[in-house]
């Protein structure tokens, strides 16, 4: 059975970008009658707030995005056994290059510490140089990756907070979700995730990947990832200003391939009666690749229903 996850992060606001993955996900899953998890990822703990996290389940419940089983919270979760795991492989190692040092190796950990064989400091996981992995993504294909070229990722900080990267492998592994569903933005990364997933004796997840939203452009001409800097652009705020979930539906489904729908019921009907059973029906590869570039009026608090509007260059 297809087990696919919402896993929103409560240290923003929900925007477009949030529904569409999440719709991906939701889709996904329930067009093949699979189960959907929720998990509150607010394992970096200084930027979750419990009035943020309140304010998603709000934006979820309107948008119809439904779960059947809530799992734990990655606050109450312990990853020393998988640290332990990993350790006793080999594959980690500690590191204590200051955030200056990485400065100057151009932002890619270039193994400084691999093989200095200290006793503490940050533990990174060893990626080894010469792999390359099969990224498959049912949205944009497959793509041959050197997990390497990310450099050695950090598991466990020095000041001991379990890093996301980690998190969200092991967590998946131990809810047993099948599908990941997320942000083009983290594309590149999957193969190093994907090493984690069999460094951990885990079946690999399939993967996609939802197209990456873009705010209008500034005054430069540059767009940027839709995030709390467009704030008019949240659920939340649009809701107050009379959004209703059919308006957010009919202009954020169409990025994963399913155009002129209002709800995601409405989805699940189509696909049914299109593609003979609904999970035939849906095809991410329909959509663009994205990514999605919004227009709209900024100098408005939040603009009206029907006067965003999108293009894509892929
Ligand atoms: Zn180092």
Known sequence: MVVGRLAPTPSGHLHL??????????????????RV????????????????????????????LDWDEETPRQSERDYDDALARLGARGM???????????????????????DRGLAEGAL????????????????????????????????RRRDGTISYNLAVVVDDIRDGVTEVVRGADLLGFT??????????????????HAPLVLGPADAAGARSKLSKSHGSMHLAAMRDAGWQ????????LPWIGVPNTDSLGDAIAKFAADGGSAARGFDPQRGPRGP?????????????PGSVVWRTSA
């Open 17 to 34: 970008g949030n529904a569409c993955a999440f719709a991906a996900a939701w889709l996904s899953a329930r067009a093949r009658a699979g």
């Open 37 to 64: 998890l929720l998990r509150i990822e607010d394992i970096d703990r200084e930027r979750s707030r419990a009035e943020v996290e309140q304010g998603q389940r709000r934006d979820l419940a309107w948008l119809g």
């Open 92 to 114: 980690t190692y500690f590191c204590q290059c200051t955030r200056a040092d990485l400065r100057r190796s151009g932002g890619v950990y270039p193994g400084t510490c691999r």
């Open 124 to 155: 990174r996981f060893r990626l080894d140089d010469a792999q390359q992995v099969l990224v498959r993504d049912r949205r944009f294909g497959e793509r041959s990756e050197r997990p390497a070229s990310f450099g050695d990722p950090v598991l």
């Open 191 to 208: 193969s190093v995730q994907i090493v984690l997933w069999r460094a951990l004796d885990a079946p690999e997840p399939t993967w996609m």
């Open 245 to 252: 979930p059919a308006d957010v539906w009919r202009l954020v």
């Open 292 to 304: 999605i570039e919004l227009d709209y009026d900024q100098s408005v608090a939040c603009p009206a």
